[in-house]
Structure formats: structure tokens, C-alpha cells
């Protein structure tokens, strides 16, 4: 596991270096995504620093956070499709839901969402290359749903989250930077920017990231 601490130095670094860079401004968050990944890798980058972790499935992300109660600076960052009949687990375990995309979706995980964890946060997920089989509400629908979405009153809207299609991710982060100026403009609030993964962060660096998720860079291959 000593790899891990290695890697999230190291990708740690990188971000520092781009950061300078581009005069990125804002700060950029890191988010160690863990999906798949054993318990023990996840302590391993808590060890080294890390705080913020991401998870694709809803019952590994409860799992993981249930026995990981006492590290009780961990935020968990859910970013994977969500269906209804696994809502729950999300809103009694998440920190942040980065993929909503309905708002059945969101009013179910306000209804579920224990008073004592306080606002869960949550992103809109657009499917910015308007692929069929992705998920991601169009970028026409942004404002309806964010309208919806602000008078629910567990959740709080913070921002917005794309996974662009292989090889168009630029023209996808130049457009996602757009919406979310947009966006802002209504809710002044919701300014986080959550795109880039291990092989295309750098780019989305450029247009106005403020969260980026990596797996592979921190925990190597998925099997
Ligand atoms: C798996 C996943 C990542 C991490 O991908 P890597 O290419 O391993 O960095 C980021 N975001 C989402 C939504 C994912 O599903």
C-alpha cells in the first residue's frame, strides 16, 4: 500500500505544478476515487493525507463508510448512477452526490436524509456529449432542475459534474465551464465544477475544474 502513498504524492504534486501553471485561482480538490478498491487501500491514502474519497456503488459506499465511521474527517463523494431503490444508502452515508440527474432522484434522497448529517450536497450531472446511453440531463434542462432542486431543503446545490465522451473531452470542459457560469449567475453559489478523471484532468484544469476524480492515478488499475 506504500504505492498509494507514492502516487497521491505524486498526483498531488502534478496538480500543484498545473495549478501554477494556469493560475488556476480557486482551489482544486483531489477526489481519490476508491471504487473496487479494498478497505485497506482506502486507509492507506487516508494515512497519506487523503480526506476526500469517491464511490460508484451505493452499497459500497455505505459499506465503506460504516466501517470507516471513526475516520470521521472522510468526505464521500458519491458519483455514480443512482437508482431510486438505493437512495437511502446515499443519502444516510454520502457527503456529496455528484450525478443527479432526476428530480425524483433528488427529492427522494432529501426526504431520506438524516437531520443530524446536515445538507447533503449534490452536483447536476450533464450529459455534455449528449450520448444515448449516458447518463445526465441535458444542458437545456439545467436551470428547471437546479430550480426544483433549490427548494428542496436537505439538499444544497453546488455545482455541476460532466464524464465527456472519449475523445471530445475538450469541446466538452469548454462547454461545461460555460453552463456553469451560467449556472452561477442564478445560483451564486453553486460554483464547484466536478470533471477530469486520470487521463484528462490537465484539460479540464483549463476550463475551470474545481474537483477532479481520479482512481487510476492514486489506486492503479481496476480488474
Ligand atoms: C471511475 C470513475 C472515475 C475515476 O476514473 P479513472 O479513470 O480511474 O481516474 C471518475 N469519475 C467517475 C464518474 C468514475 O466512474
Redesign the pocket.
Known sequence: MNNIAEQLSLAYQNLNEKCQAQAVSKPVQLIA?S?TKPLQAVIAAYQAGQRQF?E?YPQELADKAAQLAAYADISWHF??PLQSNKTKLVAEHADWV?SIDRLKIAQRLNEQRPAAKGKLKVLLQINISAEQSKAGIAASDMLSLAASISTLPQLELKGLMA?PAPGHSESAFAAMQQLSIQLQQHYPQASELSMG???DWPLALIYGATMI?????IFGA?S
Do not use: F
Open positions: 476515487v471504487k469517491g460508484n458519483i455514480g455528484h464524464i478523471m486520470s487521463d476524480r481520479l482512481g487510476t492515478a481496476r
